[in-house]
T-cell receptor, first 115, second 112 residues
Framework: NAGVMQNPRHLVRRRGQEARLRCSPM?????VYWYRQLPEEGLKFMVYLQKENIIDESGMPKERFSAEFPKEGPSILRIQQVVRGDSAAYFCASSPDRGGGNGYTFGSGTRLTVV | SQELEQSPQSLIVQEGKNLTINCTSS?????LYWYKQKYGEGLIFLMM?????EEKSHEKITAKLDEKKQQSSLHITASQPSHAGIYLCGALNSGGYQKVTFGTGTKLQVIP
């Protein structure tokens, strides 16, 4: 049973390009969370999704960022027209339900570098 | 909004020594997680505490939540190099799903 799979592990984009980050949750998990870890800062919540639904996107920047979790396939975090300030580690976590008793399972993250 | 402050920010200890990391919340905690992050990797779930006064242990790591549910401590006994990493406490959102507000972390180095 594979864990949460994120790809790519490392992504380099030039300013103005688009970045697409993928997250495949653990088998049987239908709840996905995205977090961002900026250099020397803590982990910040971005968005919580269930299959085909965005439940809470209160941590998403208002512009250029979007997330989806389609019925089939991985969850995608999309950043349009990237800027240097978007350089960070982006982590995805999944859980089988809404409750929190056993914590999340985190992926290893995608490290985005904008040059 | 809820804020979590961790202390110390960083810690260097000799192998075999005990250590404690503290996490203080600006609001009463609905639930409190402890995670460990190896440098450059994802987070590993350690423990979750929900009841005031609760204490849990896993191997040589013990976490406690105070009675008022605003402070937690993580204690490592007889530290080993494998304990090195970043320890993060996280406050569980009270909205019934796992939205977590994380502290800024404590970097632990264990010198052999």
């Amino acid at each position: 049973n594979a864990g949460v799979m994120q790809n790519p592990r490392h992504l380099v984009r030039r300013r103005g390009q688009e970045a697409r980050l993928r997250c495949s949750p653990m088998k049987g998990h239908s709840h996905v969370y995205w977090y961002r870890q900026l250099p020397e800062e803590g982990l910040k919540f971005m968005v919580y999704l269930q299959k085909e639904n965005i439940i809470d996107e209160s941590g998403m920047p208002k512009e250029r960022f979007s997330a989806e979790f389609p019925k089939e396939g991985p969850s995608i975090l999309r950043i349009q027209q990237v800027v240097r300030g978007d350089s960070a580690a982006y982590f995805c976590a999944s859980s089988p339900d809404r409750g929190g008793g056993n914590g999340y399972t985190f992926g290893s993250g995608t490290r985005l570098t904008v040059v | 909004s809820q804020e979590l402050e961790q202390s110390p920010q960083s810690l260097i200890v000799q192998e075999g020594k005990n250590l404690t990391i503290n996490c203080t919340s600006s609001k009463t905690l609905y639930g409190l997680y402890w995670y460990k992050q190896k440098y450059g990797e994802g987070l590993i779930f350690l423990m979750m505490l929900q009841k005031g006064g609760e204490e849990k242990s896993h191997e040589k790591i013990t976490a406690k939540l105070d009675e008022k549910k605003q402070q937690s401590s993580l204690h490592i006994t007889a530290s080993q190099p494998s304990h090195a990493g970043i320890y993060l406490c996280g406050a569980l959102n009270s909205g019934g799903y796992q939205k977590v507000t994380f502290g800024t972390g404590t970097k632990l180095q264990v010198i052999p």
